[in-house]
């Protein structure tokens, strides 16, 4: 997996907004980790568990198809919570 970064500074806000916005959620839902992994895995994501929880917590940033991945399974797993 190659977690650096390419973009533009533009870019890079949008994709730390996005990340904003899965932790905010991540943390507010009661979907453990490893579910969410497992579903963000099952989606075609190449991200380990211990590379998710870095990026969730502002340690690692993830090329821009991982993160859309992230984001669908965090938000899919969270409308199940509803």
């Given at each position: 997996?190659?977690?650096?970064?390419?973009?533009?500074?533009?870019?890079l806000?949008?994709?730390?907004?996005?990340?904003?916005?899965?932790?905010?959620?991540?943390?507010?839902?009661?979907?453990?980790?490893?579910?969410?992994?497992?579903?963000?895995?099952?989606?075609?994501?190449?991200?380990?568990e211990?590379?998710?929880?870095?990026?969730?917590?502002?340690?690692?940033h993830?090329?821009?198809?991982?993160?859309?991945?992230?984001?669908?399974?965090?938000?899919?797993?969270?409308?199940?919570?509803?």
């Amino acid at each position: 997996m190659n977690a650096d970064w390419t973009g533009g500074p533009d870019k890079l806000l949008e994709a730390d907004q996005q990340r904003k916005d899965v932790a905010r959620r991540f943390r507010n839902t009661q979907v453990p980790m490893i579910k969410l992994w497992t579903y963000y895995y099952g989606l075609g994501g190449d991200a380990d568990e211990m590379s998710l929880d870095a990026y969730l917590n502002e340690a690692l940033h993830l090329p821009a198809a991982q993160v859309g991945l992230i984001a669908t399974a965090m938000r899919e797993l969270s409308e199940g919570e509803d």
